[in-house]
């Protein structure tokens, strides 16, 4: 693991943080005021809409558009021939991965094939949304339609449909010679599986499956482009990181990614799925050659059809222990679709499955799959839910095997300071077992549930938090108050943390900051919203954003009170010298009536390496032994925070990953007919729970300091989503004697499986 | 094309007058027409309830509504909530309670909660549920929605004469 | 969504004379919440769009306890269910009227629309044939009445001719010592389509033990709603209890021919009917005996 610093402060108490202060936007958003993309209104805007594959997988043939440019109100037509000719050069998004750029051009306007039932194929703009939607259906296409695969083993099969004739499986950097849809083949080792497994007394070994899921952001995709006669490109949109989008564009189009701007509009959910760009580029172009500003937005279908979905799996784990329950080897084989393109989450997935427990001998094996879904996308921990599905569900078996409690066989086996993950790293100070003994005394799991086809369910999940570059400024104004500009597009309510990092730093009240998230012309460069890291890496910008602000504060009341800065005391934001004090807001006051230089700070940071996250969930379920349908009765979220900066917003991330996750566990999949083509792309078929499919979700915020951070903070968005489905499982195998290794767990699955048994 | 149609109607109290095209859906009209962005389109097709509006004092799914069906129409977005400068106690929970993550869906929540609490002002948690099924909310969890509604409904009565 | 015409004729006459000497394609806009959303993902045609809102035929609720009800082809869901008399007396339309969409759309949502949407899934249409409504229907030529289990012909097809509109259901009636319940089975709690539903009626004997007279219909298994004869008929003279209402689940198996799709499997739909009339008429009884 990379080399990282110790921050930690170790304040004993804070002012502002971990308090509840109102949101800085929230008025806005309560009343409507708020701008998304959706809400902007240009003048002599344009519309624009895309056709879109009615086929899993074809070669096209020919593309005519010279009718649908026939069609009043049209301004221009655009297809992958309007990208300029792309390499298969490499753009390094950081940890947004490596992206072909040669592959992202071809998701947003299909080259040659079409991959996925709703690949974009060409785009039109005109006057209105109905004009470019009757235009677009006059767009002629010729296909070769081609057989194609959707389930990831299916896909691995030597008869397999190729989806690209060129690919050649990757194993850990040799390539192989066979054309394959297997993209990547990972593999990490650690000790001897096949001695750890001879010296265990109990072995199980199952196989698993999970279906592939949609983030399910309520906002739909949607961008403006304006590509100006002075050859500078402006691009509002929804995203979750507005300079890896601006990178993605610059490079797609062939531009300086300083002749581009990218404004963050207010952003309706992302989970991961508002990364790559799909509209923005294709916004460009037509902006381009109409010469207006062009407005896309998805429907609902093309957002299921048309954009990442986490991967389906196949997954097979093998972990043997001992009688008195110390874990000796775990194996597992780990298969992940990654849609139409290379490039999905198969890495994270062989981190994760076994992050959680001291295995002093593992294997874990990794394969990235083509298949004819949408190019898969991060989803909240991507890659860590599927993996936990399984392996949270092994550990539930054995430690019923051994007779004991699960709660102390996680124990036993809990990855704590020291422990060194089957990929290398070794873990600096974590909190898991803080959380599985919160859990073990927590109201839920000390309350005896009671109660015909009921069962109670534990499971644990981890993720990591990147760090990243992240920067900020700030400006006093004469009444004190701050004004402070950052480039992390806020999806959840991260100005307000960071501004109460930055309040805390400087000793004033969290409202005394006003915080704004600012286009990539007004800021430094901050890596993407995502990866959890926000709260920890912006908020460690805040943090020296509020150092830079108060050494310069010392300099200017040294000045007023003629001596050296260095003998100025600062104390809970009151700066004091030989008997002098002065509030900060008094002090900015005094700055301007002395004539002073204003005080204008910056910080910028790129904190190395990772953080962890552990959290344990526990679930009661009721299962109609008659449907097979689950009702969630109870469910508590335990997580390790770090520091809860504002207690509000991560209690809720906590409650947003469960529901998510019991989502992803009961009901959600893209379900396939024989033509690979979806048949429930609408709210009302995915099914994504509504409120009265949920409990109250309890949550428990544990508090071990994350050295890496002066507040200790650790990010929390993306751990909740981990051990739903795992904890879901092992309730409904308490409550039914069903192992369930499919994911969704609904009704029809889980009815034939008790009726099966029974 | 067909011909636009000239129509009058009530929004948050002021006489509002438009020209539509049949097609037009009354979301297109409120946030196209009259650029009132308050009401969001998050399906267009009456499962998430993100546009939801008052239409002659009941909620509905504003894009499942055309807009030439407002003649002589009363109509209420999430604009017309707040009152003199000051946030309904509904508009007050969400924020204290925080109620919204991304906020998309923080409009047609907040219509549909005082469309429910006008009608029963001291609703069970089965109820409220059950009346904010049709508003999906991906990023809460629903928990401090539920909450936030329940905290209004207290606040509501205690005003009440 | 394609160009249309928009009309809110405010008579019948005037609707008919609309419909039937349309140029093109003619479609009927009650709420709109089939209708608004097929014309936008092209799932149909129109070329002339007929509001029938403002007809007061078509927007009346009336109901008396010696007539039954009648009730307006447009009649939004809210008003039946927040309607004390038809709570008391139709319960099995309430339990549908309540889960037709979400709250929202119960505010513009009606039965004839969803009778006239005509889906295999419709979750009034089942409740209609229970409770043995008529609908009313006029045309060019007249008016005239046809059971509600005739109604629907296919998926998305139903008797109607060109011209014509629904104007009322009509339902008998409750008559004493009678219940009725709707059910359906969906995997989340609201907001969705039935994977099946049933819904059932019965009459008890006067001393509210034996089933004089049962209805029992079915929804989601079938390419039309489907009334399920021979359990209705078996269940006439039986004991009102669980074993009855098992066998009649069996029983009503025999007319249900569903298709695997998204929303269950063949076998498991099947399955599920027995469940639902095993529960309605259990339901259906309690509430008669109430």
């Not at chain 1, 010679?177 to 109990?202: C, W, Y």
């Not at chain 3, 005739?150 to 219940?179: R, W």
């Amino acid at each position: 693991m990379a080399h990282t610093e110790e921050l930690y402060l170790g304040k004993k108490s804070y002012n502002v943080i971990g308090t509840r202060p109102i949101r800085h936007d929230g008025a806005d958003k309560v009343t409507g005021k708020a701008v998304y993309t959706s809400d902007l209104h240009l003048p002599n805007l344009a519309h624009g809409k895309i056709l879109r594959s009615p086929h899993a997988h074809a070669r096209i043939k020919s593309i005519d558009v010279s009718e649908a440019l026939q069609v009043p109100g049209v301004f221009a037509v655009v297809t992958h021939d309007d990208f300029p000719d792309l390499e298969n050069k490499v753009a390094n998004l950081g940890e947004a991965g490596m992206v072909n750029l040669l592959e992202l051009g071809a998701n947003c306007l299909a080259k040659g094939k079409v991959l996925y039932k709703g690949h974009a194929v060409a785009a039109v703009a005109a006057a209105s949304t109905h004009v470019a939607e009757e235009a677009v259906l006059k767009i002629k296409v010729e296909y070769e339609v081609l057989p194609s695969v959707t389930w990831v083993l299916d896909a691995m099969a030597p008869t397999a449909p190729i989806l690209h004739e060129n690919l050649r499986t990757d194993f850990m950097g040799k390539k192989e010679d066979k054309p394959t849809n297997v993209a990547l083949h990972l593999q990490f080792e650690k000790g001897n599986i096949a001695e750890g497994f001879q010296s265990a007394d109990v072995i199980v070994e199952r196989e698993f499956k999970t279906a592939s899921v949609h983030q399910g952001y309520i906002e739909p995709h949607v961008t403006v482009a304006l590509w100006n006669e002075d050859s500078r490109l402006k691009i509002w949109t929804s995203t979750q990181g507005s300079f890896v989008c601006r990178q993605q564009v610059a490079e797609l189009l062939g531009i300086a990614v300083s002749q581009c701007v990218v404004v963050p509009c207010e952003i309706g959910g992302g989970f991961g799925g508002k990364i790559a760009v799909y509209l923005e580029p294709v916004a460009a172009l037509l902006s381009r050659k109409c010469g207006r500003p062009v407005k896309m937005s998805m429907q609902r279908n093309e957002v299921f059809e048309g954009t990442g979905p986490t991967p389906g799996s196949f997954m097979r784990v093998k972990i043997g222990a001992k009688k008195d329950g110390t874990l000796v080897a775990g194996e597992a084989w780990l298969a992940y679709d990654c849609g139409g393109f290379p490039g999905g989450v198969i890495g994270p997935g062989c981190m994760c499955v076994f992050s959680c427990y001291e295995f002093p001998n593992a294997k874990v094996d990794g394969f990235d799959v083509l298949n004819n879904k949408p190019h898969t996308q991060a989803y909240r921990a991507p890659g860590a839910t599927q993996a936990a599905f399984a392996c949270e569900q092994v550990i539930d078996e054995l430690a019923a095997k051994l007779n004991i409690d699960p709660i102390e066989f996680r124990l036993k086996n809990a990855a704590k300071e020291g422990t060194r993950r089957v990929d290398g790293p070794v873990y600096p100070r974590v909190g898991f077992i803080e959380c599985l003994e919160a859990a073990k005394n927590s109201p839920h799991w000390k309350t005896p549930l009671t109660g015909k086809n009921r069962g109670r369910g534990i499971a644990a999940g981890f993720w990591f938090n990147i760090g990243c570059a992240s920067s900020c400024s700030a400006s006093v104004n004469d009444d004190g108050r701050v004004t402070l500009v950052e480039g992390s597009t806020d999806i959840g309510g991260s100005r307000t943390s960071i501004a109460m990092q930055l309040a805390e730093t400087l000793g004033i009240g969290a409202h005394d900051v006003q915080p704004q998230v600012a286009d990539t012309d007004s800021v430094g460069y901050t890596f993407l919203t995502g990866g959890s890291r926000v709260t920890f890496a912006t908020g460690l910008a805040a943090y020296q954003l509020g150092l830079d602000l108060q050494g310069q504060m010392k300099q200017r009341a040294a000045e007023i009170w003629g001596c050296g800065a260095d003998t100025i005391k600062v104390e809970n934001g009151n700066y004091s010298h030989n008997g002098h004090t002065l509030s900060f807001k008094q002090l900015a006051a005094k700055v301007a009536e002395n004539g002073l230089p204003p005080v204008v700070g910056r910080a910028s940071v790129a904190p190395e390496g990772s953080t962890n996250a552990f959290g344990v969930h526990i679930a009661d379920v009721e299962v109609d032994p008659e449907t097979g349908k689950v009702t969630v009765l109870r469910y508590t979220s335990v997580q390790d925070a770090g520091k809860a900066i504002h207690p509000s917003y991560v209690e809720g991330q906590l409650q947003g990953g469960a529901v998510q996750g019991i989502g992803w566990a009961l009901n959600e999949e893209y379900f396939y007919d024989d033509k690979n083509q979806m048949r429930n792309a609408s709210f009302l078929d995915y099914r994504m729970p509504t409120c009265l499919d949920v409990p109250m979700i309890e949550t428990i915020i544990v508090e071990v300091p994350n050295p890496t951070h002066p507040y200790g903070v650790r990010g929390v968005g993306e751990t909740p989503i981990v051990a739903p489905p795992a904890t879901i499982a092992n309730a409904v195998h308490a409550a039914t004697g069903c192992r369930m290794t499919s994911l969704p767990i609904s009704p029809p699955v889980l009815w034939k499986a008790i009726s099966t048994k029974a | 094309m067909s011909k636009k149609t000239h129509v009058t109607a009530t929004l948050n109290g002021e006489t509002v007058e438009f020209l539509c095209e049949p097609r037009h859906s009354l979301l297109e009209v409120l946030r196209d027409t009259l650029q009132m962005t308050g009401a969001k389109e998050g399906c267009n097709n009456g499962n998430c309830g993100a546009c939801t509006v008052m239409l002659n004092g009941r909620p509905v799914n504003s894009c499942l509504v055309l807009g030439v069906e407002a003649e002589g129409a009363t109509l209420e977005t999430v604009e017309g909530i707040a009152s003199h400068a000051h946030l309904h106690p509904i508009q007050q929970c969400f924020l204290e309670g925080a109620a919204l993550q991304c906020g998309i869906c923080t409009p047609g929540f907040l219509i549909a909660a005082k469309a429910l609490l006008e009608q029963n002002p001291n609703p069970s948690e089965h109820e409220i549920r059950f009346k904010l099924a049709n508003n999906l909310c991906r990023c809460t969890g629903y928990d401090k929605i539920v909450k936030a509604v329940q905290a209004a409904a207290l606040e509501l009565q205690k005003a009440a004469p | 969504m394609r160009s249309f015409e928009y009309e809110a004729p405010s008579s019948l006459a005037e609707a008919t004379a609309l419909l039937a000497s349309a140029k093109g394609t003619a479609r009927v806009l009650a709420g709109g919440t089939d209708l608004v959303v097929q014309l936008r993902e092209r799932l149909r045609d129109a070329d002339l769009v007929v509001d029938v809102k403002h007809i007061p035929e078509l927007m009346e609720l009336n109901y008396s306890p010696g007539m039954g009800l009648r009730l307006g082809a447009s009649v939004p869901c809210y008003r039946i269910y927040e309607n004390p008399d038809l709570v008391a007396t139709y319960p099995a339309l309430i339990d549908a009227a309540h889960i037709v969409g979400g709250w929202q759309i119960q505010s513009r949502a009606s039965i004839g629309g969803n009778l006239c949407t005509s889906s295999p899934a419709g979750d009034t249409i089942t409740t209609l044939i229970a409770l043995g409504a008529h609908c009313v229907i006029a045309g060019p030529h007249g008016n005239r009445e046809v059971p509600a289990q005739e109604f629907c012909t296919a998926p998305g097809k139903n008797l109607l001719q060109k011209g014509e509109i629904l104007v009322a259901i009509v339902f008998p009636g409750p008559g004493q010592k009678s219940g009725s319940a709707y059910e359906r089975f969906i995997p989340r709690n609201e907001m969705d389509i039935a994977v099946a539903g049933v819904s059932s009626w019965v009459r008890l004997d006067a001393a509210g033990k034996t089933i004089a007279e049962a209805r029992v219909a079915l929804a989601a298994v079938a390419p039309t709603p489907r009334f399920a004869s021979e359990a209705s008929q078996w269940l006439v003279g039986k004991p009102a209890t669980a074993e009855t209402f098992a066998h009649a689940g069996e029983l009503a198996k025999k007319v249900a021919s569903p298709i695997s799709d998204m929303r269950g499997t063949a076998e498991y739909r099947t399955h599920l009917v027995g469940v639902l009339t095993k529960r309605t008429l259990a339901k259906a009884v309690e509430r008669a005996c109430g």
